[in-house]
């Protein structure tokens, strides 16, 4: 049980620096002045003291919590040199986090000025299908796989859709067809899950 304890103060598990008490100038400047002072009456002589050992064993009670909170502070236990290492890898992913907003808002920007939504539809479904761990992922699930080919399905038709290109007829059978072949995936993706499942 540390000091903390048996003062009945709860530290919590985690601390920051504003929660360490380092309030010890009052009692050093009582202690001071206790010492200082020089009574002729001997009787007020033993009371001032044991009033000076009490505020002693005060401060270094004071001294001892404010060890064993310094002790929790996150990243005490590291060395001067590992937390400068730290320092400087949070700088670096700061400024990095930094430079990809300030890319991708610009991105945004050009998009939105110069082109149109289905040029950005275009760029954004480019952008994933080259993406490796994606296309690995594809290549190593059928799951995926059936998922991809009703996606790349419904972004072609749907692509002829918002340039004009397909009939109000053939957009209406594709969403029937395309309703039909998200049942068929959906049996097919309980399957496959009931099959894993009695491995």
Known sequence: MDSAEQ????????LTVDDVDVEFLPLIYEIIRSVE??????SQKTRESQDTSQKVLELQKKLEQARSQIRRLPGVEYSKEEQLQKLETLRKQLQLKKDLLLKYRHMCIIIDRFRPPEMVFRYLFHRLINNPQLVNKLADSYPIRRAAQLVVYAYTVGFQGIVGKITPA???SFTRKLQIELERAKKELEEANEKLKKR
């Open 7 to 14: 003062n009945g103060t709860t530290i919590p598990a985690q």
């Open 170 to 172: 053939r957009l209406q």
């Open 37 to 42: 002072r020089d009574p002729h009456d001997t």
